[in-house]
């Protein structure tokens, strides 16, 4: 796995500044990002609960998709609040929560990739003209981070789980 250059100071600063607008409606901006990950990825959709359910308005009105919106964004602010320690703070949330993917069928560690550019999109949207080339590069190096920390945790997951295949049970104790 490549690592990826954490943040320096400056683009600290400025993922905190355009962080404040983008966290005054946290599950509005997390909505838009799924609905644009559903657009984009439909098969990603068929993963949830929610995959029957057509149309943005629809959509929005389910608790499911409304409450799943607002716990990603609030991982995003988890980030955003451990800017300084994310080795120490947020990787070891971040690969725990890789590893419950692992039970949702036809998942694959790929998936985490579509969420920055459906991130980016709103985000650019969100933020107008104060989304910037610096401002844009500063959070593709935040969104590489988790992305980098999320699929370790899956494939941390999957040799665990391929370990546990692996062991005879039919075997007993002498």
């Known amino acids: 796995m490549q690592t990826v250059p954490l943040l320096e ?6 993922v905190r500044r355009t962080w404040r607008p983008l966290a005054d409606d946290m599950t509005e901006n997390g909505k ?6 559903f657009e984009t990825y439909p098969e990603i959709k068929n993963l949830f609960p929610i995959r029957e359910i057509e149309g943005k308005t629809n959509l929005y009105k389910n608790p499911h998709f409304r409450m799943h919106s607002s716990r990603f964004m609030q991982s995003v602010g988890a980030a955003i609040d451990n800017l300084n320690d994310l080795d120490n703070s947020l990787r070891p949330l971040l690969i725990r929560l890789a590893k419950t993917h692992v039970r949702f069928k036809g998942f694959t560690p790929d998936y985490f990739d579509c969420f920055e550019d ?8 969100e933020l107008g003209d104060r989304f910037t080339s610096e401002v844009e590069e500063a ?3 935040l969104f590489a981070y988790i992305r980098d920390c999320l699929k370790v945790g899956y494939e941390e997951a999957m040799d665990e789980k391929l370990k546990l295949s692996l062991v005879d049970t039919t075997d007993t104790i002498q």
């Open 32 to 37: 838009k990002i799924f609905l644009h990950i």
């Open 9 to 14: 100071e400056r683009q600290k600063r400025i």
């Open 118 to 125: 459906s991130m980016l999109v709103v985000w650019k949207e």
């Open 139 to 141: 959070w593709k190096v």
